[in-house]
């Protein structure tokens, strides 16, 4: 089983619908992250959260949310969605290294949503 | 701001070929780079990572140099095989007051013909 998993895999969706994605991990990692994906702009940090308690704002925040509900799950919303939030969205986990900087992060195998 | 490009944007080669990908990044203060690879569908698999006071790292066939001075890292692929067929990620981390963050490239996206 992977070790960090994304639902939905794909979702069409249209203007001003909320939609959640989720992920879900088993690393026992406490650090998660979400980004996304956009050709010829590489991957951008929406939001991190470095523990239960912590969320913090990435790059381009807005029009998004998240929810840390365990050590193992971090999910996203969009609470009303816009045609140029169409991109791919990955989740990714990290432990903690020497002096309290990230490890090596592993993704999920992405969401890739539609909103029309 | 740190900015990191990768060049060329797309490459094809024939199986068996040594091949260079090139990344460069703006502000040489960062903690480490890593190289990563994507596959559809697939997401991110982390391939190597080099710390700031490293000059290279080599994992089977792989080698990534980094020269943090000139702001450059190069990922060497050698006798390379379809299966290497990808789109290759660098990213560099980037300490800040509040933490850090990994930052990407564009991506190369790589052929290997049989």
């Known amino acids: 089983d992977a070790d960090v998993t994304q639902t939905p895999r794909n979702r069409i969706t249209k203007t001003g619908k909320r939609i959640m994605l989720e992920c879900s991990q088993t690393?026992?990692?406490?650090?998660m992250y979400w980004y996304r994906q956009d050709p010829g702009l590489g991957l951008r940090l929406i939001y991190y959260?470095?523990?239960?308690?912590?969320?913090n704002k990435g790059e381009i925040s807005d029009g998004y949310s998240v929810s840390r509900q365990a050590q193992a799950k971090f999910s996203l919303s969009l609470e009303s969605a816009i045609p140029n939030q169409t991109a791919l969205y990955f989740c990714?986990?990290?432990?903690?290294?020497?002096?309290?900087?990230?490890?090596?992060?592993?993704f999920g195998p992405g969401t890739r949503l539609t909103v029309l | 701001k740190q900015e990191v490009t990768q060049i060329p944007a797309a490459l094809s080669v024939p199986e068996g070929e040594n091949l260079v990908l090139n990344c460069s990044f703006t502000?040489?203060?960062?903690?480490?780079l890593q190289w990563f690879r994507q596959d559809p569908g697939k997401g991110l698999t982390s391939l190597l990572l080099?710390?700031?006071?490293?000059r290279e790292q080599t994992s089977g066939r792989l080698n990534a140099s980094l020269d943090k001075s000139s702001g450059r890292s190069t990922l060497y692929i050698a006798a390379s095989q379809p299966g290497d067929s990808a789109t290759y990620l660098c990213?560099?981390?980037?300490?800040?007051?509040?933490?850090?963050?990994?930052?990407f490239g564009q991506g190369t996206e790589l052929s290997v013909k049989p």
């Open positions: 080099i710390q700031s006071s490293q």
């Open positions: 959260s470095f523990d239960v308690k912590d969320i």
């Open positions: 990213a560099v981390y980037m300490i800040y007051n509040q933490g850090g963050k990994l930052i």
């Open positions: 502000d040489s203060a960062i903690y480490n």
């Open positions: 990714a986990t990290s432990g903690q290294g020497g002096w309290g900087i990230t490890d090596t992060q592993y």
């Open positions: 690393k026992g990692h406490d650090r």
